[in-house]
């Protein structure tokens, strides 16, 4: 079984509809994030997560929110989606390393297509 | 200035060849780096990471850093139509373990 999993994998949805992105992880790191990926702009960073009381923006939060439920899950929302978030999405965790960071592992991605 | 500078490519090299892709960073406090494998439509891959000047082996991969000069680089020796993909460099950011990634630079083996 795969240690980072996304659900789902694809999505079309319409503008102004609520999404909810899944992603959960059996490899007990305790920080999560959130990336999403557009051709030419790399990857860019939405929220993190250093345990479930700790949720931080990254550099593209507007229009998205999180929950962490538990250490091996956390969620990803677009409360009213509108087409510049079709995107492919991506969930990440670490674990606490050697006191700087450490590296990242990524689940399968969610390709999100906003009419 | 981008904190993490990649030529986008392609990078075309023939079967056999050596591969060299290359990467820049604008902190000079940064700790550890990492090199990244993303096939198109999949997800990122971490091949290498390196935290020490210098060079570090693995296989057919040799990740090189030198923190004076601010640049990381990565090795594909007897590079295969496999390693065709996209590869990303990213830097440690000491603010919540986040990870700073270039865009990419896409690489092609011809057969």
């Known amino acids: 079984d795969a240690d980072v999993t996304q659900t789902p994998r694809n999505r079309i949805t319409k503008t102004g509809k609520r999404i909810m992105l899944e992603c959960s992880q059996t490899?007990?790191?305790?920080?999560m994030y959130w990336y999403r990926q557009d051709p030419g702009l790399g990857l860019r960073l939405i929220y993190y997560s250093f345990d479930v009381k700790d949720i931080n923006k990254g550099e593209i939060s507007d229009g998205y929110s999180v929950s962490r439920q538990a250490q091996a899950k956390f969620s990803l929302s677009l409360e009213s989606a509108i087409p510049n978030q079709t995107a492919l999405y991506f969930c990440a965790t670490s674990d606490l390393g050697r006191g700087w960071p450490n590296e990242q592992f990524f689940g399968p991605g969610t390709r999100l297509t906003v009419l | 200035q981008k904190e993490v500078e990649q030529n986008s490519g392609p990078l075309s090299v023939p079967e056999g060849a050596i591969a060299s892709l290359n990467c820049t960073y604008s902190d000079r406090v940064s700790q550890s780096f990492f090199w990244y494998r993303q096939y198109s439509g999949k997800s990122p891959e971490l091949i290498m990471s390196?935290?020490?000047?210098g060079d570090k082996e693995d296989g057919r991969f040799t990740a090189q850093l030198n923190k004076a000069s601010q640049y990381v680089s990565l090795l594909i020796r007897d590079s295969q139509p496999s390693d065709s993909a996209t590869y990303l460099c990213?830097?440690?950011?000491?603010?919540?373990?986040?990870?700073?990634f270039g865009q990419g630079t896409e690489l092609s083996v011809k057969p």
């Open positions: 390196i935290y020490s000047n």
């Open positions: 490899k007990g790191h305790d920080r």
């Open positions: 990213a830097r440690g950011h000491n603010q919540g373990g986040k990870l700073i």
